[in-house]
């Protein structure tokens, strides 16, 4: 099995920065696309960023160079740099995964973390 846990999230003025962390661990033989997903008050799920196990990156307009996405493929671990942060920014932030749990199985599973909570105040 398979568990996601996000970490980083707190209180913020605005122009702040934080940094979340997210860390994959039990059965894993290999991680494709991580990414960041944000859900604020009222509104739907959105991306912010992903990262493909070669590093390329993609990131919402909303936060393209304020936000920048990294990841650790030894430790299995992706973050997300939140600089200039704004009160639009303020959202549970999920961290996803697509893992590939052993190498008898070449099938990818989509995982999700349960999300942590970042709160930008003006």
């Known amino acids: 099995q398979v568990h996601i846990v996000e970490s980083g999230g707190g209180l913020v003025q605005t122009g702040g920065s934080l940094r979340l962390s997210c860390a994959a661990s039990?059965?894993?033989?290999?991680?494709?696309?991580m990414g960041w997903y944000r859900q604020a008050p009222g509104k739907q799920r959105e991306l912010v960023a992903t990262i493909t196990s070669g590093g390329n990156t993609n990131y919402a307009d909303s936060v393209k160079g304020r936000f920048t996405i990294s990841r650790d493929n030894a430790k299995n671990t992706v973050s997300l740099q939140m600089n200039s942060l704004k009160p639009e920014d303020t959202a549970v932030y999920y961290c996803?995964?697509?893992?590939?749990?052993?190498?008898?199985?070449?099938?990818?599973?989509?995982?999700w973390g349960q999300g942590t909570l970042v709160t930008v105040s003006s």
């Open positions: 996803n995964a697509k893992i590939r749990a052993t190498r008898y199985d070449p099938g990818y599973v989509e995982s």
């Open positions: 039990g059965s894993i033989f290999s991680i494709n696309n």
